[in-house]
């Protein structure tokens, strides 16, 4: 069983940067691929960004490259979304999922059905 708790969410104007941080439970968190996904009101959830166990390879979507940085710290069991340069439309409530598949450069890695563990999710809200 794992459990994955977001924070660093909040109110933030057009430009500006957050930090989003993802603490799991368990001792086996280096072990497996990390994702962060984000939902905005009567959207599906959608692909942000995807790191490998080892913090190696990074994945991200179109929407999110250039200005998101997707990171980990194993020894804390943490993974983090760096955001900056934020847009009205990255208004969402961002999840982050632990992946149940390895992570392969050929790999697809914006499936949320191969992700088994969601945290509850933590709401970003970009004013204009």
């Known amino acids: 069983q794992v459990q994955l708790v977001e924070s660093g969410g909040g109110l933030v104007q057009a430009g500006g940067s957050l930090r989003l941080s993802c603490t799991a439970s368990?001792?086996?968190?280096?072990?497996?691929?990390m994702g962060w996904f984000r939902q905005a009101p009567g959207k599906e959830r959608e692909f942000v960004a995807a790191?490998?166990?080892?913090?190696?390879?990074?994945y991200y979507a179109d929407a999110a490259k250039g200005r998101f940085t997707i990171s980990r710290d194993n020894a804390k069991n943490t993974v983090y979304l760096q955001m900056n340069s934020l847009k009205p439309e990255d208004t969402a409530v961002y999840y982050c999922?632990?992946?149940?598949?390895?992570?392969?450069?050929?790999?697809?890695?914006?499936?949320?059905?191969?992700?088994?563990?969601w945290g509850q999710g933590t709401q970003v809200t970009v004013s204009s």
């Open positions: 999922a632990k992946r149940s598949t390895y992570l392969s450069g050929t790999s697809y890695p914006g499936r949320p059905n191969d992700y088994d563990y």
């Open positions: 368990g001792r086996t968190f280096s072990s497996y691929a």
């Open positions: 790191i490998s166990w080892s913090g190696g390879s990074r």
